[in-house]
């Protein structure tokens, strides 16, 4: 993503230009520029910025939908490989196959002697 060569804060300072420009003389334009194309720019980015604002609820609303449904299927998988395991054992084939590590296929547990002092 490219930096910003805009502050933070253009919609607060356009509006704040075009207060000024109306107190000052509604009528001068600098080039082509005129007090009623700011006013439009300004709209223009209310209008952009609520739509931004609505994409992003919807992709939160989103992001929570699949999460749910994350946590649902997670917690299938787990039920179904407990089951498989209560049934075939441990150590079994089957328990393997639901992903699970078999009871003769775990490292042993290395402990290290402490120092006597």
């Not at 520029?33 to 609303?61: C, D, P, W």
């Amino acid at each position: 993503m490219t930096r910003k060569t805009f502050p933070a804060d253009i919609l607060d300072q356009a509006i704040h230009m075009q207060d000024a420009w109306a107190r000052i003389d509604e009528q001068m334009t600098v080039g082509d520029l005129s007090i009623g194309a700011l006013a439009m720019e300004i709209t223009h980015m209310r209008t952009v910025e609520a739509s931004l604002v609505g994409l992003e609820n919807q992709l939160t609303e989103i992001r929570n939908q699949r999460d749910a449904i994350c946590q649902s299927a997670w917690d299938k998988v787990r039920r179904v490989r407990t089951a498989v395991k209560g049934i075939y054992g441990f150590d079994s084939t089957q328990y393997e196959l639901a992903g699970g590590t078999r009871t003769s296929d775990r490292k042993p547990v290395r402990r290290t002697a402490t120092p006597v002092q």
